[in-house]
């Protein structure tokens, strides 16, 4: 802030921060009440003074009254040097308003940068995502394909499809797609298509042992 002070007072073409511009006006406006309070007093006085300086003649009311005009004079000089001042005070503000909005919108497009490249790199993010959903789902179906034509009728295509279709929709009920797919109920947005999947191959695996006459203690 200090650094922005000093190259503006080095440097016009810098516009001031706006709230010194908003300062400056404050100062000027208060300026600016005190010499209109002034006036009105002047006035008084003269109104006061007028009729006996001029028409009476009155040496004292006279004096008075030079004193007035005097300082009336330099009063509305003044005055109009102040309107002057103001005029300047709020071209400044303007132009400080506009710079600081500027850089403002300055700092907002670094940050769209940033946010654009977040977003770039998370739509890689989902495509490389799918390609192994994808693979991984197909992989599922095959070996689950295998599994059968090896005599296993379990698990069935049926359970693999529904099961395991409603695991895909638990994890995508967690994006901000939700709204595209059916919603489930809480309990089976969490379900793990891992943790299926091995209850599935235990019970495979003891059919497996009963074919082979493997024993639990051979196995181990």
Request: aromatic content about 2%; hydrophobic content about 35%.
């Amino acid at each position: 802030m200090n650094n922005r002070a000093n190259r503006q007072t080095t440097d016009p073409m810098i516009p001031p921060s706006v709230s010194a511009a908003e300062a400056a006006i404050s100062n000027l406006e208060a300026k600016r009440s005190v010499l209109i309070e002034r006036g009105s007093e002047l006035a008084t006085i003269r109104a006061s003074v007028a009729y006996k300086a001029l028409n009476d003649d009155d040496p004292t009311a006279r004096e008075t009254l030079s004193r007035v005009n005097k300082e009336t004079a330099e009063h509305g000089s003044e005055l109009a040097s102040i309107d002057a001042a103001l005029v300047t005070a709020k071209h400044r503000l303007e132009a400080a308003q506009r710079h600081e909005a500027k850089q403002a919108d300055r700092e907002q497009a670094k940050a769209l940068r940033d946010a654009v490249r977040q977003f770039v790199q998370h739509a890689a993010g989902v495509d490389s995502a799918l390609e192994v959903l994808i693979s991984s789902c197909n992989g599922l179906q095959e070996s689950l394909t295998a599994m059968h034509r090896c005599g296993s009728t379990f698990p069935s295509d049926a359970q693999l499809q529904s099961l395991g279709g409603r695991v895909l929709l638990g994890a995508l009920s967690k994006t901000s797609f939700r709204r595209n797919f059916e919603t489930l109920p809480p309990l089976e947005r969490d379900r793990s298509m891992a943790r299926i999947v091995q209850q599935w191959s235990d019970t495979v695996e003891r059919s497996i042992k009963q074919r082979l006459g493997e024993t639990e203690t051979e196995a181990a």
